[in-house]
């Protein structure tokens, strides 16, 4: 008999270009990851062998006769086999993390050891198939058996899929469903056309579905470096501590320091080899499996003894080599660079608390600019647990409102009143854990939530306005503070034209407040805003003015209404007569332009002397008031204070 084995070779190449891309692939050596290859294996063993014995039997006397039973065993074993590896990676998929695992393999396997002991007796039994002196194939009476335990792995891998449907999506059960499906379609053609053989195209096409829909998710190698991306790290460390193969295992993490001006001052060609370099150098020293591209100039390394000794050798020598220049091309230049580190189980025993940690600590070591090396401690965790904490009040005070705003009244030299007020938020904590301004407003910014929290301060303080006018309460203005974070947004000028216009509050009842600090980081953008809301009829405020961020220049340049001096100005006035002497000329620089002059932070007599001779009008501070509910400043914005 002739057979046409023309799909079963197309198959093999098939098969060999997926198992050479997945080795490429996700190293990380999870159950799935190993089944696959395992699929892999088997299927091209089916195909290979299928292939040799066809050719052997179709050609009596090209090879001994051990040979040809040999490789037909080998053929029969691992054909139904293919069904048994597809079964296991369902089982991997599904049953992932459950304890029935490991007894839904043992049932497999069993099952599939069981067949390959009678497929290696049939040279003495014949119950399969027997080849004949001259080189004739016979099956025998048991071969039915081969296509019942293919067709019951199958059925098997079908059970399973409808059984923990629930616990994956609904692509992937889709995909799982793919081998029995196209071996049903495969076989079905095959009885049409009984010379083609088509038992591996069936697995190969199955398998090729498989890779290209779940197995290539994770083809998350750096196009760059070559190394593992962050992702990588990540499920690795899970399966660490899942498995807890390692005792105790350290990350660190290497971040070159302002590396955006290499790319800026060579370019990102010369950069790129610089990250290639230091990756590089990583590889060699850690091992090309445990270093990962953290991040776009950021490097993790996997120590999986974490013994100290072995750790220091590591550390040591990062230490030392990174004090040498580095070559990329032409240039030739040093690396600044920071580091934090994180140990399992001392830092922390979750991975997400892992990598919590160490980004954690590379952001502090990179705060720190004479440390390079900061490792995440006791005292460290509890600083991320705070900043956890922190970040959920946040998140809750953007989503659901729940802040609460102060009112501090500002002091008028001249009328005895307070006219104006600064409104400031508060994240309320319980009364032993309360989270201030200096806490939340940076984690804020850093997120984005101060864009939406901003706007949902100006909204209150219209009402709040609006309620003082109720009550028969004139004031002049509200202080709203916009942080650096809202120039630049998109809409910004509307939206606060729209919250105050559809309040019915005038535009010159707000006195808009940013920073030095937005107003040298974003001088364009802080023009631009500051000119629309002048034309609104909102007024201008700088805060801060004096903590060094911005020229005298650039504030000259804009309209403000009021510049406010920093309390760190005042507070050093005192003590300090050449401070007092350019407070002094500020002031009256200030007053000339037709700005008005605020002090904040006054708390004594004695600043508030020193204020008072500088000629400066208005006076925030705790000597005159704190930071008031609503309810307890409208009282004292209405009263006229006497002179102090």
């Known amino acids: 008999m002739r057979w046409d084995i023309a799909p079963e070779c197309v198959s093999a190449v098939i098969l060999l270009i997926i198992w050479g891309y997945s080795r490429r692939g996700s190293p990380l050596p999870s159950l799935k990851n190993r089944v696959f290859q395992g699929c892999l294996i088997i299927t091209f063993l089916a195909v290979s062998t299928n292939i040799l014995s066809t050719l052997l039997l179709m050609r009596p006397g090209l090879a001994p006769q051990w040979l040809v039973w040999g490789v037909t065993t080998l053929y029969f074993i691992c054909t139904p086999l293919m069904g048994l590896a597809y079964f296991l990676y369902s089982a991997a998929i599904l049953c992932k993390g459950q304890p029935m695992l490991r007894w839904v393999f043992a049932g497999g396997i069993t099952l599939g050891v069981l067949y390959a002991l009678l497929a290696l007796a049939d040279p003495l039994t014949g119950k399969l198939f027997s080849i004949t002196p001259e080189g004739g194939y016979r099956q025998g009476e048991w071969i039915a058996l081969t296509y019942l335990l293919f067709y019951a792995y199958c059925a098997a891998s079908i059970l399973l899929v409808l059984r923990f449907r629930h616990s994956v999506e609904r692509s992937t059960r889709t995909i799982l469903l793919s081998f029995p499906a196209v071996a049903f379609v495969v076989i079905l053609v095959q009885q049409f056309f009984p010379t083609v053989i088509l038992s591996g195209s069936a697995a190969t096409c199955a398998l090729l579905i498989i890779y290209l829909h779940l197995q290539n998710k994770q083809m998350s190698l750096d196009s760059l470096t070559g190394a593992p991306n962050r992702q ?77 000794a072995q750790v220091g050798r590591v550390l040591g020598a990062i230490r030392e080599r990174m004090a040498l220049p580095w070559r990329a091309g032409n240039y030739l230049r040093p690396l600044p660079w920071a580091m934090g580190v994180v140990q399992y189980p001392s830092s922390a025993d979750t991975g997400e608390g892992l990598a919590g940690g160490v980004a954690y600590a590379v952001s502090q070591a990179k705060r720190q600019p004479g440390r390079n090396i900061c490792y995440c401690g006791p005292a460290m965790l509890g600083e991320i647990r705070r900043r956890e904490q922190v970040l959920q009040a946040v998140k809750r005070a953007c989503s659901q409102g729940a802040f ?37 407003i940076p984690l804020a910014e850093e997120t984005g939530d101060i864009v939406e929290l901003t706007y949902q301060v100006l909204e209150r303080v219209c009402r709040y306005l609006l309620l003082l006018k109720e009550r028969d309460i004139s004031v002049e203005g509200i202080h709203v503070n916009f942080s650096a974070v809202m120039f630049g947004q998109p809409g910004v ?31 364009e953008l802080v023009g631009e805003f500051a000119r629309e809301m002048r034309q609104m009829g909102i007024r201008l405020g700088l805060d801060d003015f004096g903590t060094g961020y911005s020229n005298l220049s650039s504030v000259l340049a804009l309209p403000f209404d009021t510049v406010k001096l920093d309390k760190s100005l005042i507070w050093a006035a005192v003590k300090q007569e050449n401070t007092a002497v350019m407070v002094r000329a500020l002031t009256e620089i200030f007053h000339r332009m037709g700005m008005r002059v605020l002090a904040e932070g006054v708390e004594d007599e004695v600043q508030n002397r020193f204020v008072l001779d500088c000629g400066i009008e208005l006076i925030q501070g705790f000597l005159y008031a704190r930071p008031l509910t609503g309810e307890e400043a409208a009282p004292l914005l209405a009263a006229k204070v006497p002179a102090r």
């Not at 600064?422 to 201030?436: C, K």
């Not at 509307?494 to 105050?500: D, K, N, W």
């Open 404 to 440: 609460s705003l102060r009112y501090q009244p500002i002091y008028d030299v001249s009328s005895s009143r307070f006219p104006y007020a600064e409104s400031l938020m508060r994240i309320e904590g319980t009364p032993a854990d309360p989270v201030s301004p200096a806490e939340f």
């Open 232 to 308: 990588e790290l990540v499920n690795l460390i899970d399966l660490l501590l899942f498995e807890k193969r390692l005792p105790t295992f350290t990350v660190a993490v290497l971040s070159l320091r302002d590396f955006k001006q290499i790319n800026s001052r060579f370019g990102q060609s010369v950069g790129d080899l610089f990250l290639k370099e230091v990756c590089g150098w990583l590889r060699q020293l850690a091992g090309e499996k445990n270093v990962f591209r953290f991040g776009g100039d950021e490097f993790a390394v996997l120590i999986r003894d974490g013994g100290r």
């Open 493 to 523: 000028v509307e939206r606060v034209r729209r919250i105050i216009g559809d309040s019915g509050v005038p535009f010159s009842q707000i006195v808009i407040e940013f920073t030095e600090t937005a107003l040298a980081e974003k001088p």
